[in-house]
């Protein structure tokens, strides 16, 4: 159990001796708990992301080998393949444009409710 003290008064008696003290305590286990998990989940999230954005670049390296090579190698096959590279990037573009909301969820998370601040 975390414990804030939030109150501490002395109890006086008719003479203003001491005869004891007073302490109203607020339990903030879970908020420090809550905190936690927050920071943790934010890490996890930016790392999700780094990766994320890591696995688009191995992706969009090979298709760019793949296009080259039919260009070269194989011209009657060049317009199918090159559709199919397209959809494959379209697909790679729209998880870039996810990751970029990502970001700025997190930073509004960050700056408003101080979630993950180290």
Same mark, same amino acid.
């Given at each position: 159990?975390? !414990? ?13 001796? !001491?005869?004891?003290? !007073? ?9 420090k708990?809550?905190? &936690? ?5 934010l ?14 670049? &191995?992706i /969009? ?13 194989a ?10 590279? /397209? ?8 998880l ?7 970001? &700025? ?12 601040n /180290?």
């Amino acid at each position: 159990m975390i !414990i804030r003290q939030s109150l501490v008064s002395p109890i006086r008696d008719m003479s203003d001796n !001491i005869t004891g003290t !007073i302490a109203i305590a607020i339990d903030i286990t879970d908020q420090k708990i809550l905190e &936690k998990e927050s920071k943790n989940l934010l890490i996890q999230l930016e790392h999700n992301l780094v990766e994320l954005a890591i696995l688009n670049d &191995k992706i /969009r390296n090979p298709l760019t080998v793949i296009a080259t090579l039919i260009d070269m190698h194989a011209p009657h096959i060049e317009k199918q393949i090159n559709q199919s590279i /397209r959809e494959i990037d379209d697909i790679i573009t729209n998880l870039d444009k996810r990751w970029m909301e990502s970001e &700025k969820t997190i930073s509004f998370l960050q700056k408003h409710y101080g979630f993950g601040n /180290r």
